[in-house]
């Protein structure tokens, strides 16, 4: 089983920054990618980012392409989201998830407000 967790949530002001983390442990074989979703309230979840393990490639949806950049640490098997240029649409759950040859994972989540 895949365990994920993932961290730097937090309340922000409109234009400030924030980095989220999301590492991962538990019987991990061959990652295939890692990612970011994000769910507000009343809506339902939308693809904000991935990285693919191997090569490295990166996906953004349009909504926070320029202001978002997604990163990895291999050895670490954790993956990061550098948010800049918060606006207050960009207020959800945050969760990571993961993709293996075996399995694809959710982590809990964690909270991004930004407030106007």
């Known amino acids: 089983q895949v365990h994920l967790v993932e961290s730097g949530g937090g309340l922000v002001q409109t234009g400030g920054s924030l980095r989220l983390s999301c590492a991962a442990s538990?019987?991990?074989?061959?990652?295939?990618?890692m990612g970011w979703f994000r769910q507000a309230p009343g809506k339902g979840r939308e693809f904000v980012a991935t990285?693919?393990?191997?090569?490295?490639?990166?996906s953004y949806a349009g909504a926070v392409k320029g202001r978002f950049t997604i990163s990895r640490d291999n050895a670490k098997n954790t993956v990061y989201l550098q948010m800049n240029s918060l606006k207050a649409e960009d207020t959800a759950v945050y969760l990571c998830?993961?993709?293996?040859?075996?399995?694809?994972?959710w982590g809990q989540g964690t909270q991004v407000t930004v407030s106007s």
């Open positions: 990285v693919g393990w191997s090569s490295g490639l990166t």
């Open positions: 998830r993961i993709v293996t040859s075996e399995v694809i994972s």
């Open positions: 538990g019987r991990i074989f061959s990652i295939q990618s």
